[in-house]
Structure formats: C-alpha cells, structure tokens
C-alpha cells in the first residue's frame, strides 16, 4: 500500500533566497537547512517499503523528522528543533496516493527506551507500594481501633479488610499486579507490535537500537507482513543488515552525494559486514 507517494525539499536556491532574507545575521546555524541541499536531496518517491540509509550525519534522521513534522504525525517523543524548523517545513511539499490515515505515527529509538524505562519505573513504585500496604496491614490488622463516629469509616473497613484476610491477598486485592518484565529487546518489540496497525504510515528511526540480531529479523518480518496483508506503508532510516535485506525495498543511500538508490548489497556498510565475514569464513 502507498499512502504518501513523494516528497519534495527546498533546493539550494530556495535555500539561499530564504537565507538571505533573514534580516539578523546573529545564527550560528540554520538547521535543517543545507543538511539535505548538500547531498543535492531534492525529492524522494516512495515504495511500500523505502529505506534511507547512511552513517551518523548524512542526514536520514533529519529527513524522516522532516517528513514526520510536514504530515503531522503522532508521535511519542519529541525531538529538538532549530528556530529554523517551521520554516523549513513551509518549502517542502509532498503528494499522496491516498489519505493518511489517522493512526500513521513516527516511531523513535526514544519512544522505544521510554517505553522500557516506564515500564521499570512502574514496577519499581508497585515494589515500594507494595511494601507499604505489608506494614499497613500489620497496624490495621493488629490495631486496637474502635469506631467513634463517621470520620472513621475508612479506616474500619480497612481494620475489617486485614482481619477478614491473609496478608498476601490483601495485598493483592489493594495493588495492581507488576507489569510483567521481558528483556529490552522484547519490550521493544512489544512496542512496534503495539504501536502498528493495520492500515497505517509508518515512519521508523533506527528500529534496529535495542534488538537483536534475532529481533531484527522477526521486525522484518512484522513489517513485510505489515505491507503485503494489512495495507501498511514504511518509511525506514536504518543501516541494520537486516532490515536493509527487506525484499523489495528501495533504499537511498545517504552516503552518497547526490543520493540516489542502490540495491543493498552495493552499500558501504554491507560490503563491510561482507568482507567481514568472509575473511573469518574457515572459522564457522
């Protein structure tokens, strides 16, 4: 499924003119201009699945941020913009196949590590509550409490509570139970699984942070399966093997300037990881 078909960035000349046009020239930086005009990224046209790849600064993170503001999608965290931002977003343009739908969302490695950090600190605060509700059952349940008028009402249904009750239920029956903890990498998971449904844009920063080699793969399937039954559409900054693998995906290499497409075993990083593996072949 195609949802957003392509997008267009400000050229250098755009750029220079709106430059220019700033009448304070106290900037240290116009960020995100001339990050993609330098790798001469004029538009990028998009498959079900397209991946933007390259190394740290070649500009892919900003991209997608770039997209994901322009469409307004949702998203969980969000990231540092320049004063220049909005402007930015103002010159780019972008075309649709078809309407967005409204639960197409931008999905970051800091939505993911949120996610596994409120998970801990949810746990934590249950451990500790949990501990209060022991020793709040010892002074109820072993109380010499006697009901004087009204004001008092909560605090005999609770000398009832812990008298009628053992101390492990009653516990129970005043706590929720821990969230059950998985390893980062499942808890990540856990998170695309949750966070992608049906019919939907997706925009993925770096998905691969906090999975596995085995994790990945199973991520690659999700979203092959994501696109061929369930009408998805992803938008992928990655230099993950694995993800750079997906059948039928295209890929714009970052790296080079002007970017262009490129079939993945033609990649920098995959040659590496090649050569790699192939020096230490005798070895498996």
Same mark, same amino acid.
């Given at each position: ?106 999905? #970051? ?128 900054? #990655? ?17 080079? #300037? ?27």
């Amino acid at each position: 499924m195609i949802y957003l078909d392509s997008f267009t960035f400000p050229n250098d000349g755009m750029e220079f003119d709106f430059i220019l046009s700033i009448q304070r020239k106290c900037y240290n930086t116009f960020y995100p201009f001339k990050i993609l005009s330098r790798k001469e990224l004029s538009i990028l046209n998009f498959e079900p699945i397209t991946v933007l790849y390259g190394g740290n600064g070649s500009g892919k993170t900003t991209a997608l941020n770039i997209i994901s503001e322009k469409l307004k999608l949702k998203r969980d965290s969000r990231f540092n913009q320049s004063s220049f931002f909005p402007d930015y977003i103002r010159l780019c343009e972008y075309s649709l196949l078809r309407e967005i739908p409204s639960n197409s969302r931008t999905i #970051t490695s800091d939505d993911v590590f949120d996610y596994m950090l409120n998970i801990r600190m949810m746990n934590e605060g249950i451990d500790t509550k949990r501990e209060e509700l022991f020793e709040d059952y010892l002074d109820a349940k072993y109380s010499s409490f006697k009901f004087n008028s009204m004001e008092d009402y909560e605090q005999l249904k609770k000398v009832n509570q812990a008298r009628s009750k053992t101390q492990s239920k009653y516990v129970r029956t005043n706590l929720m139970e821990n969230i059950r903890e998985h390893s980062n990498g499942e808890n990540a998971f856990l998170y695309f699984q949750e966070k992608i449904q049906e019919n939907g844009l997706y925009l993925l920063d770096e998905p691969e942070n906090s999975l596995s080699p085995e994790r990945q793969i199973e991520l690659v399937n999700f979203i092959q399966e994501s696109v061929r039954f369930f009408g998805c559409q992803f938008i992928i900054s #990655t230099h993950s093997p694995f993800l750079l693998g997906m059948k039928d995906a295209k890929i714009y290499d970052l790296d080079q #300037t002007p970017v262009k497409t490129k079939p993945w075993t033609e990649l920098k990083n995959i040659k590496i990881y090649h050569d790699f593996f192939e020096a230490h072949r005798d070895e498996f």
